[in-house]
């Protein structure tokens, strides 16, 4: 069930960033509201490796609740709790942002998955 609430999360926020690398106007929902409106190139880059890693951890969170991949379970003992500092460091940082749309939507997304990441760590 963590799992699930997980991937849906991070599927969101994959989706978003898709947007984002694709044009979309919503740079003030994004790192830091610096760019409101479509965002400059390199940081259109960046929320595509911001995906690529989104979809890293949900692979890790899957594989840690044995939902996919069971030859990598062992494995990914270590890897999530790289997950579990991953996301208290984006809670963090989506806390103290001074773009205040990002501390309504994107704290209390980061903080759900900060939750799950250490549920699926300590339980697994």
Not at 42 to 59: D, G, P, S
Not at 97 to 114: D, G, N, Q, Y
Request: net charge positive; aromatic share 8%.
């Amino acid at each position: 069930m963590v799992a699930s609430i997980a991937g849906i999360l991070l599927l969101l926020v994959a989706l978003f960033q898709l947007c984002l690398a694709c044009g979309a106007p919503w740079g003030s929902l994004a790192m830091g509201g610096k760019y409101p409106g479509k965002l400059p190139f390199r940081l259109r880059i960046a929320a595509l490796v911001q995906l690529v890693l989104l979809a890293f951890i949900a692979l890790i969170i899957f594989i840690r609740v044995g939902m996919i991949l069971p030859d990598y379970l062992d494995s990914s003992h270590m890897a999530i709790w790289g997950v579990v500092v991953f996301m208290s460091i984006s809670s963090m940082l989506n806390l103290i942002t001074s773009s205040k749309w990002e501390r309504r939507i994107w704290a209390p997304v980061v903080l759900l998955l900060l939750a799950c990441s250490v549920i699926v760590a300590g339980s697994a």
